[in-house]
């Protein structure tokens, strides 16, 4: 079985570990450059990733609020076009929260190869 496995490239394990390996470099970039901060700098830095995401998202957040509002001006009766707005939301939150690896190099100024 592990003849077959080889061939194939690895057990699933395996396969994962190959897949994120590159990673643990760039991790252990970040932990030595914020090692040496203070409690307080890394309060600091928390402060500024949340500013970051939340202006990384404002444009989206708009958009929502802007079609939730649209969507409850038109009259009851108009089902399809509530609808069709509110799928529209549902889009933008959707991308909205999608993992953060697709903008780790927005906020980290590198880009994340998967």
């Not at 396969?15 to 760039?26: F, G, P, Q, R």
């Not at 509002?69 to 509110?86: H, N, T, V």
């Not at 939301?89 to 697709?102: A, E």
Request: aromatic share 10%.
């Amino acid at each position: 079985m592990q003849i077959i496995s080889k061939l194939f490239g690895g057990s699933k394990s395996e396969k994962d570990v190959k897949k994120i390996d590159h990673l643990v470099a760039v991790i252990n970039g970040h932990f030595n450059s914020y090692k040496g901060l203070s409690n307080d700098e890394l309060r600091a830095k928390t402060t500024e990733f949340k500013a970051r995401i939340k202006a990384y998202l404002a444009e989206t957040d708009s958009q929502i609020e802007a079609l939730q509002a649209e969507a409850e001006a038109l009259p009851i009766s108009d089902f399809m076009g509530r609808d069709g707005l509110y799928e529209q939301v549902d889009l933008l939150k959707s991308r909205r929260t999608q993992p953060w690896r697709r903008s780790y190099g927005t906020f980290c100024q590198k880009p994340l190869r998967w």
